[in-house]
């Protein structure tokens, strides 16, 4: 995207299943429960309790605009943490980096700091920066902000399954018909009126979203980088992406990304690119502009694709199965943006390539890239390549660049800390960390430590009273209820509860709001019983989790043929939601190549499973 990263919420996902007993994929035989919890799973403390240590911003690299938010224009190396208000003691849940600015997510706000040349900070000002973060209000008062994007010089967040955009608008890059700069947030309509947007990205000077399991895509064209066939350099409303046989048609996009003048799309494991190709960045070889999707070729052929991003003339994904997700990057190669070793241009990918510290192979859970080079997140640290103008944007103490991975500075400011999210840009990059999390029964060692530490710095879970996380515990249906309204409500109070809704579920059960959410938001009919203490069977998980991702959409349908999983025939009513599951990168299912939708699912794998699915679009 163009010199800048996007931070999605709901979005973007991982790769593998997690079981009860083993690390990072589905085990051979049926998943099991040492015993289940009868009373209340999570026990949330309030998010101003320090014990909770609310996630919060770091950032590195050059600060003559302000970027990195610390009240100063000074360049760091290594990586500070912005312990000033108005952030101070408020979970981070979002972050995006632009050129010069960055904006950050918390409960449901956005604040943005750094550059506000044509009005990026979205509150009706433009002019000198803003070395300390602002609070966008305008449209997005009173509305829950769960991602944003920021690019050279324009912005867009979804709220409320809504797209709001502001800042320079000389090609139509904001969406309102129009090509005139705006300096507070607009809602975009058009073809996107009535449709629920889980992500955006913003590109130099075109944007585009998914909803409804579509893209969407407007702005410049010159170059087909909004995708569909067009004699118009220019599109000033959303259109929807060209669906066509061989590209996106028949396939459910779950996150988009944009560069320059080109375009990337994750849809059911597979990359499809579409726009400019000078230097290889579609990824379909040495080809010309392409003006609608074509999947990309290559090492990715055969391999699952979990995470996407994509930089102003590159792009990076996660691939793999099992334990061994890597990185690859394609695209313009000068400088060592694709921090495979060299500088030349690439048009397929290319494995990632570390000095000290290998990264490949391991549990790599985010990936991001821009012009100045790129950044890997693996098991709650940070690995970043490039830096072609030397502002520091690697984090590793020293202002020199480098075409191999190395790691961002762990001591100092990140000691105790665990990086959650990680984003880049062009002169300096960011991320949200959390002091790490020492559950009693979680040792550092254990298979899911991280994931399970991810789960309490997003304030998703505390743990027990006692202090213990109880990992093997099957989940509840109640605690499933609570992990869900707080993955999509980060930071906010439990819902009201009318104890009306269903009949075993009164208004002093635990979770009653959650529960109730639950069944507003369509996750299943209310009346009748809820059964609270249930344990969470793998094939409600799979069903949950696509509802609350694509609210407007009816669950998948499985088509005559080949089955993913032996145990799943196309008659299975949750067939098609179960498949998603997989494509999406969410679960290879298990060793003898069954799903097991009957099973339990544990505490330990609820925390890799949310993991993976909030990462959707976090790249």
């Not at 407007?218 to 590209?247: A, C, F, H, M």
């Not at 020199?400 to 300096?428: C, E, F, I, M």
């Not at 304030?459 to 996380?469: A, P």
């Amino acid at each position: 995207m163009g010199r800048k990263s996007a931070w999605i919420l709901v979005g973007t996902m991982a790769l593998l299943a997690a079981s009860a007993t083993v690390a990072a994929a589905d085990p051979p035989g049926p998943a099991t429960a040492v015993r289940q919890t009868t009373g209340p799973v999570v026990q949330l403390k309030p998010v101003a309790d320090p014990a909770a240590s609310p996630a919060q911003v770091t950032s590195w690299g050059l600060n003559s605009w302000g970027q990195l938010g610390d009240g100063t224009h000074d360049q760091h190396l290594a990586p500070i943490l912005l312990t000033q208000a108005p952030l101070l003691g408020k979970p981070i849940s979002g972050i995006s980096t632009g050129n010069l600015h960055t904006c950050a997510i918390t409960i449901g706000t956005l604040w943005c700091w750094g550059s506000n040349q044509h009005g990026e900070m979205g509150n009706g000002t433009t002019g000198g920066p803003q070395d300390v973060p602002q609070q966008v209000k305008g449209a997005l008062s009173g509305r829950f902000v769960t991602s944003v994007s920021v690019g050279d010089t324009h912005i867009c967040a979804v709220a409320n399954g809504t797209v709001f955009c502001w800042g320079a608008n000389t090609l139509g890059e904001i969406g309102n018909n129009s090509t005139t700069d705006v300096s507070k947030p607009v809602a975009i309509a058009g073809t996107l009126a009535g449709k629920v947007v889980t992500s955006v990205s913003v590109g130099t000077q075109h944007t585009c979203a998914v909803a409804n399991g579509a893209a969407y895509c407007w702005g410049r064209n010159v170059e087909g980088e909004l995708g569909y066939l067009t004699d118009e350099n220019i599109s000033k409303v959303p259109q929807q992406v060209t669906q066509s046989d061989g590209g996106l048609l028949g396939h459910l996009v779950t996150s988009i990304g944009t560069g320059q003048f080109h375009t990337c799309a994750l849809a059911d494991g597979r990359v499809y690119c579409w726009g400019y190709n000078a230097h290889g960045q579609l990824g379909i070889g040495p080809h010309g502009s392409v003006f609608v999707p074509f999947v990309v070729k290559g090492l990715l052929k055969d391999l699952p694709v979990k995470a996407l991003s994509v930089g102003l003339d590159e792009n990076c994904v996660i691939a793999g199965v099992f334990t061994t997700r890597n990185g690859f990057c394609w695209g313009r190669g000068g400088s060592g943006r694709l921090g495979d070793g060299g500088n030349t241009d690439r048009n397929s990918p290319v494995a990632l390539k570390t000095t000290n510290t290998p990264v490949q192979n391991k549990a790599l859970s985010a990936i991001t890239i821009d012009d100045g080079g790129g950044c890997v997140l693996v098991n709650g640290k940070g690995y970043c390549w490039g830096d072609i103008d030397k502002n520091g944007r690697l984090g590793f103490g020293s202002a020199l660049g480098s075409t191999q991975a190395v790691p961002v500075k762990a001591n100092g400011a990140l000691a105790d800390h665990a990086l959650l999210r990680l984003t880049t840009s062009y002169d300096h990059s960011a991320g949200i960390a959390v002091v790490t999390r020492a559950f009693t029964d979680v040792p550092q060692d254990y298979p899911f430590h991280d994931d399970i530490n991810w789960l309490a710095g997003s304030t998703i879970t505390t743990g027990f009273v006692d202090g213990t996380y109880r990992p093997t515990n099957a989940i509840d249906r109640q605690a499933m209820a609570a992990f869900l309204y707080r993955s999509k409500n980060p930071g906010s109070a439990p819902p009201t509860c009318t104890g009306t809704v269903f009949t075993d579920v009164g208004p002093k059960s635990p979770f009653c709001g959650e529960i109730e959410w639950i069944a507003d938001k369509g996750l299943l009919p209310p009346g009748g019983l809820f059964h609270p203490l249930g344990v969470v069977t793998r094939e409600t998980m799979a069903n949950w989790i696509f509802r609350i991702t694509y609210a407007n959409l009816p669950d998948q349908k499985c088509a005559p043929g080949d089955r993913l999983f032996k145990d799943v025939p196309a008659q299975f009513d949750s067939c098609g939601n179960i498949e998603w599951f997989a494509h999406a990168g969410i679960t290879t299912g298990f060793s003898d190549g069954s799903f097991q939708p009957f099973g339990s699912v544990n505490r330990d794998s609820m925390a890799a499973f949310f993991h993976r699915v909030l990462s959707i679009s976090d790249n």
